[in-house]
């Protein structure tokens, strides 16, 4: 799965009808809201966040009536039930839906049972004798409602043509809102479906349609082959007027493949059908076994953030997935791959082997995302996805150094936790880098194998660590199973320095030590230690070497053959999870002395920890940019990319009129004359590389160097783009109009504005909402955002817009109001992780004045967000941390901008 908008707080259990909405005042908890007889209910609390255990489910029979077109939907669940202890009370999890009948059959008896309303999330259903022990068959009848403003368990979109469209979007906790029944991961059971639905309106599920027949009314009757073991987070159907096209079969063993899609979008699917077969049969592949579900159905869902890994269904987003012919851009094929690739690799981690509980979660997520790297790697060779992906780790490492951050195997005790364990930067980045770590130091051959026998131990069923550490040790070693436990249990990462120690009468030594990497101004744990794989490359006049060791103390000495190094890098490849330690002295001379003697990765490494060094105190900010331009000479793609992360330790948005234009003048020094070489034009011999560097190099110049040039050109091409969507090649459209918006005016803004009126198509919306974000003047800034509250613009569709917001001098003090100022009304359209994008307007400032202000104001409204006090500990931490920061580099910075030339 990827990051995505997880549902409001529910309703508790009313009797109101569905379409008049939910009222939680309705129905206190625990009050009956329905009742089948007089008798007394039995008293008992609700869980407080598991369900008791005494009763599992080992089948589910789901019978649901689905109309896109109406407000609600009616359903029958039925679960067979295998009872440890007898009870006169089983819980289930449901939210916000409206219970008319429960019933359950034990011992060839049948029993009425009677409503507990156990507030958001259970409801309790009593019996007038103890059922159990043993088998027994439960029955509920109930309503629900279908979601038109979010995408939280069953939701439904009206599409270009004005038909409404349904679809499911259940992780982590919304199958509840869409049935009542065991919604945690640990019960993974067979599910049996059937649908009633119009006639003409395509019903799709997990399984192969086992029947359909036609009912009265305009109506039919969609059975589902029984499916197999799931559990409810990867239940899913789509229901609607879409089309079906067949794609032929997916990967080596014939698996058929169908992509379903909103009436009339079927010709965008084109390079979608010719790349995912090869996708399947690259994991089959891996993983040394077919596929393991009997049919691969795409549904392609509104959003991108839809997205989701359901067996035989997978959800890809609109704007991923649908591409017109003529805008088939490396970027676009790319995308989709690694997303695809990442979705459908959950079929073997998430589906097939499912984590136990939400702990585990990176069992799913971080071999997922590691695993899609290898994926897009097999499908164009000619990229080297492996320096892309460290971007995501030098991401993860920022969010890692903080005292609030989480671990990547965290506690899960509410569900603010649950919704945080997908925190992309820990349990995503940081998951799949200490993964690619422990990849590379045990041998890709070596971890092959364990991975398949891991899953091949797991089929079908649930995972914990323990269980894959279980599996790791029997293959590499309890050593290093041990050593992986170090970096998932336990948050924060490690800062390994490596110092030569040469004497005339002895061998050399390498004196490698590790500490806790700790930003000015941070209060973690310093005495943390983990168990290290360090590989060190270093440089003689012989040529380079390199030495491993598997460091389990806070220094280790490593005896050298031969000379004493010229230079050291402590990370060889790029391939460990920690920061490197350098003096000034050590960093100059590699950077000037062995720079061509690194390779790719190592290049990007040293860069990001060059950027790291100026937050630990090791390196001034003036000392890092002085470096730059070396770092970047003659760069590569990823090299250069990769140098934005030192360009950017200077916040624009905090200095001073005059020295921000000479870091304009600094930031065009670098990248202006390479990106005016590449120009807005691709050219028929520009291999992918460069198309990428191009639409990189064009905002970084056009933006932050505001290159007069570049935005005049991008000005130019917005203006014909409106009238003619072909005046721009669409791999740089985007970059065309965020530099045209960010030195726009209020012409531009109308007719951006007029623009995003005329188009319904996803992609473009997407492109012009962004750049509606992307001006610096604060009256245009606060006209995008007057579209949120006038509705315009959705909110659920405001993300980009509110991030651009807050970049810029101007536009930030407009986009915090806003946020202040609407925080009730945006919160319930940007739940859980969504809600990122409110709550990181408190780190936008950087001063302690802001700062107080923030603790005061986001505290409170941070618990109107699922999972939100945890996210917001870790923006106000950076916030303090950046306060700290400036302290320290303010002066500096100063300094060496008013030196520039």
Excluded at 170 to 183: L, S, V
Excluded at 767 to 775: D, T, V
Excluded at 786 to 791: P, V, Y
């Amino acid at each position: 799965m990827k990051n995505r908008s997880i549902p409001l707080a529910a309703c508790a259990l009313v009797a109101a009808s569905v379409a008049g909405g939910c009222h939680k005042t309705a129905a206190p908890a625990n009050v009956a809201v329905y009742s089948t007889s007089s008798k007394a209910i039995l008293p008992g609390a609700p869980p407080s966040l598991r369900l008791p255990d005494f009763a599992r489910p080992m089948r589910y029979d789901l019978d649901l009536t689905l109309d896109p077109s109406k407000e609600g939907f009616s359903g029958i669940v039925g679960i067979d039930l295998s009872i440890r202890e007898a009870t006169q009370v089983v819980w289930l999890n449901a939210r916000n839906l409206r219970i008319r009948e429960a019933k359950v059959v034990f011992a060839g008896q049948t029993e009425t049972a009677r409503v507990i309303p156990g507030g958001d999330d259970y409801v309790g259903f009593a019996f007038d004798r103890p059922i159990g022990p043993g088998a027994a068959r439960f029955t509920v009848a109930y309503e629900g409602h279908l979601d038109d403003k979010g995408q939280s368990g069953f939701y439904r979109v009206k599409e270009n043509g004005g038909d409404w469209y349904l679809y499911s979007e259940f992780e982590p906790i919304d199958a509840r809102r869409a049935f009542p029944c065991f919604d945690e991961p640990s019960y993974k059971v067979p599910w049996k479906l059937t649908f009633h639905v119009k006639k003409d309106h395509v019903a799709l599920a997990n399984a192969k349609v086992q029947s359909e027949t036609p009912a009265a009314d305009g109506m039919k009757t969609v059975v589902f082959e029984e499916s197999k073991p799931l559990p409810s987070y990867l239940v899913a159907l789509v229901v609607g007027p879409f089309d079906m096209l067949d794609a032929g079969t997916a990967g080596n063993h014939g698996t058929p493949l169908r992509f379903v899609v909103p009436k009339g979008r079927g010709a965008e699917t084109r390079y979608a059908k010719e790349i995912t077969p090869k996708l399947v049969g690259i994991l089959e592949d891996y993983f040394d076994m077919p596929y393991p579900y009997g049919k691969l159905d795409v549904a392609v869902v509104p959003r991108y953030d839809g997205t989701m890994e359901h067996p035989g269904l997978v959800a890809l987003g609109q704007p991923l997935t649908l591409i017109k012919p003529d805008e088939e851009t490396p970027a676009r094929k790319q995308h989709y791959w690694n997303i695809a690739g990442h979705e459908l690799g959950h079929y073997w981690f998430g589906d097939y082997v499912t984590m136990a509980w939400w702990d585990d979660t990176y069992l799913n997520e971080a071999f997922t995302t590691w695993l899609d790297m290898k994926v897009a790697q097999a499908v164009d060779p000619s990229t080297n996805f492996e320096l892309v992906r460290l971007r995501g780790r030098s991401r993860a490492m920022g969010t890692d150094s903080l005292a609030s951050t989480k671990r990547v195997r965290q506690p899960v005790a509410s569900n603010d936790d649950m919704l945080n364990a997908f925190t992309s930067d820990i349990t995503y980045f940081k998951g799949s880098s200490v993964i690619r770590m422990f990849e590379s130091f045990v041998g890709r051959e070596k971890f092959q194998k364990m991975i398949r026998r891991y899953v091949r131990e797991l089929a079908w069923k649930n995972a914990s660590t323990e269980d894959f550490l279980a599996v790791f040790g029997a293959e590499a070693g309890p050593d290093v199973a041990t050593a992986f436990k170090s970096f998932v249990e336990q948050q924060g990462l490690p800062l390994v320095t490596a110092e030569p120690i040469c004497g005339k009468d002895s061998a050399p030594q390498l004196l490698l030590t590790q500490s806790r990497y700790m930003p000015v101004g941070s209060t973690a744990n310093p005495d943390q230690r983990w168990d290290v794989p360090v590989c060190v490359k270093y440089g003689t006049s012989k040529g380079t070497e390199r030495v491993c060791t598997l460091m389990k103390t806070p220094r280790t000495a490593l005896t050298l053959e031969g000379e004493c190094p010229d230079w050291v890098m402590p990370n060889e490849h790029a391939a460990g999870y920690y920061r490197t330690g350098y003096t000034a002295e050590a960093l100059s001379k590699l950077v000037k002395k062995a720079w061509s003697q690194l390779d790719g990765g190592e290049k990007i490494a040293l860069i990001s920890d060059t950027a790291a060094l100026t937050q630990n105190g090791m390196l001034g900010v003036d000392e890092a940019l002085a470096l730059l331009p070396s770092m970047v000479k003659d760069a590569d793609r990823y090299t250069l990319e990769a140098s934005f992360e030192i360009a950017d330790l200077v916040r624009r948005s905090d200095l001073k009129p005059e020295l921000a234009a000479q870091y304009a003048k600094y930031v065009r020094g670098i990248y202006g004359a390479r990106a005016k070489s590449l120009g807005w034009t691709p050219r028929p011999d520009d291999d992918t590389d460069t198309r990428f560097l191009r639409n990189s190099l064009l905002e970084k110049a056009g933006v932050a160097g505001e290159d007069p040039v570049l935005r005049k050109k991008a000005r130019e091409l917005v203006s014909r783009w409106f009238t003619d969507r072909k005046a721009i090649e669409p791999e740089v459209v985007e970059a065309a109009l965020y530099v045209a918006a960010n030195a726009g005016d209020k012409d531009l803004w109308n007719r951006l504005r007029q623009a995003l009126r005329e188009t319904h198509d996803r992609s473009d919306r997407t492109r012009l909402i962004a750049a509606l974000g992307s001006f610096r003047d604060p009256a245009l800034i606060k006209a995008s955002l007057g579209l949120l509250t006038s509705g315009e613009i959705e909110v659920r569709d405001a993300r980009d817009l509110l991030q651009e917001a807050m970049k810029e001098r101007g536009g930030r003090e407009e986009a915090y109001a806003f946020i202040q100022d609407n925080f009730d009304k945006l919160a319930p359209h940007t739940p859980g992780r969504s809600g990122m994008v409110l709550l990181s307007a408190a780190a936008i400032h950087c001063d302690k004045p802001h700062h107080d202000e923030n603790v005061r104001f986001f505290t409170e409204h941070a618990k109107q967000i699922e999972g939100g006090p945890q996210m917001l500990d870790n923006v106000l931490e950076k916030d303090a941390i950046c306060i700290a920061q400036r302290e320290k580099n303010d002066r500096g910075i100063a300094t060496f901008l008013k030196s520039v030339r």
